[in-house]
């Protein structure tokens, strides 16, 4: 099983999207951060699910409940990294 490490840049994202979450989404407030804890335990047992959609392997996976892709990188066999949380309605993709 690989740890799953959280970028700074992911890291602000995350806070960002839950407390915009908690203030607008009442009948689900912790959405965020189950959806996030589901997924680390799925990158953190399994990252190679996902087939790499940019240069230097990084790879999403979509979160579908809350609409936002989880960018990531497997750094080796012990460290998947997070490098960012970006809604799945923008047009553009994320600058990694």
Known sequence: MRAVEV???AAREIDRVEEWWWEHRPKAPGAV????ASAFELLAERAEIKAPV??????RLYLSRIRYYLY?????ERVVDVLSLWHASRDDEPVL
């Open 72 to 76: 990531y990188r497997i750094r080796d």
């Open 33 to 36: 951060a189950d959806d996030l």
């Open 54 to 59: 940019a240069s230097r392997g990084i790879r």
């Open 7 to 9: 970028s700074p840049r």
